[in-house]
């Protein structure tokens, strides 16, 4: 049973904004990521309000960051807007804070993922395992999707 509570928002322009109430664990990061993609195709950029959230393992982690790869190889944005102490935590150990929380670039900016690619190694935070090589890949199939490439 799910102890997770999703509500979508309109925010500022053609944002949306999901806030996230519970826990995000093996049994709900599936709903969770169904969410997040649904008002990420309906949307241009997209907001996480993760505040409230009371405990995230390494499935919620998968959730956000496929929402961020989706995002990005669609030239659309994805931040974290608010993370509750265990998420910051979560976020910071694996890295990907710096990623999550990014501010969008400038359309004169490479590509989106490429803008991705950057954001790992200008923001202090450690290299992720593969994301050069797929981002590359992506690049090169014109895929939107990261799902699309093998690791």
Same mark, same amino acid.
């Given at each position: 049973?799910?102890?997770?509570?999703?509500?979508?928002?309109?925010?500022?322009?053609?944002?949306? %904004?999901?806030?996230? =109430?519970?826990? !995000? $664990?093996?049994?709900?990061?599936?709903?969770?990521?169904?969410? /997040? &993609?649904? #008002? *990420?195709?309906?949307?241009?950029?997209?907001?996480?309000?993760?505040?409230?959230?009371?405990?995230?393992?390494?499935?919620?982690?998968?959730?956000?960051?496929?929402?961020?790869?989706?995002?990005?190889? %669609?030239?659309?944005? =994805?931040?974290? !807007? $608010?993370?509750?102490?265990?998420?910051?935590?979560?976020?910071? /150990? &694996?890295? #990907? *804070?710096?990623?999550?929380?990014?501010?969008?670039?400038?359309?004169?900016?490479?590509?989106?993922?490429?803008?991705?690619?950057?954001?790992?190694?200008?923001?202090?935070?450690?290299?992720?395992?593969?994301?050069?090589?797929?981002?590359?890949?992506?690049?090169?199939?014109?895929?939107?999707?990261?799902?699309?490439?093998?690791?």
């Amino acid at each position: 049973m799910s102890r997770l509570a999703l509500t979508v928002t309109a925010a500022a322009g053609d944002r949306a %904004r999901v806030v996230v =109430v519970g826990e !995000i $664990d093996l049994d709900s990061a599936a709903d969770l990521g169904r969410v /997040l &993609t649904c #008002t *990420l195709h309906a949307s241009a950029a997209l907001e996480i309000d993760l505040a409230r959230v009371s405990f995230c393992d390494c499935s919620g982690l998968r959730a956000l960051m496929d929402t961020w790869y989706r995002a990005g190889s %669609r030239g659309q944005t =994805v931040a974290v !807007i $608010d993370a509750s102490p265990c998420v910051r935590r979560l976020l910071e /150990l &694996t890295g #990907t *804070l710096g990623l999550l929380t990014a501010k969008a670039e400038s359309d004169s900016d490479p590509p989106a993922v490429v803008r991705h690619e950057r954001a790992v190694t200008e923001s202090g935070g450690r290299s992720h395992p593969g994301l050069r090589r797929i981002s590359a890949a992506l690049l090169r199939q014109g895929s939107d999707d990261a799902d699309a490439v093998q690791d």
